[in-house]
Nanobody
Framework: EVHLVESGGGLVQAGGSLRLSCAASGFTFDDYAIGWFRQAPGKEREGVSCIRSTDGSTEYADSVKGRFTIANDNAKNAVALQMNGLKPEDTAVYYC???????????????WGQGTQVTVSS
């Protein structure tokens, strides 16, 4: 089955940077997307960014445009999320998701990782 493992979370001061990684395994498919989602206590899950396998195209939530960048890391069979200019409101558990097809890659996922905590102090 599809297996996803997130890493790279931690504690950082406002304005700092973190790089998250989603290592994916257990599948062979030609049309899928890998997305990052986040959920803060008491808030709904939010799609942050995703990248499509077919053409490498990407999507970003308005709240992170210009600060976050998603990219394939082919050498590691992983997807990275580079987060710059972090703000306290970015504090959340960040989850990696695999989605069959790519049209709705910021809506939800079919398989999920365990999550990694990102905490931004002011």
């Amino acid at each position: 089955e599809v297996h996803l493992v997130e890493s790279g979370g931690g504690l950082v001061q406002a304005g700092g940077s973190l790089r998250l990684s989603c290592a994916a395994s257990g599948f062979t498919f030609d049309d899928y997307a890998i997305g990052w989602f986040r959920q803060a206590p008491g808030k709904e899950r939010e799609g942050v960014s995703c990248i499509r396998s077919t053409d490498g195209s990407t999507e970003y939530a308005d709240s992170v445009k210009g600060r976050f960048t998603i990219a394939n890391d082919n050498a590691k069979n992983a997807v990275a999320l580079q987060m710059n200019g972090l703000k306290p409101e970015d504090t959340a558990v960040y989850y990696c998701a695999f989605t069959y097809g790519s049209k709705w890659c910021l809506f939800s996922g079919d398989y999920w990782g365990q999550g990694t905590q990102v905490t931004v102090s002011s």
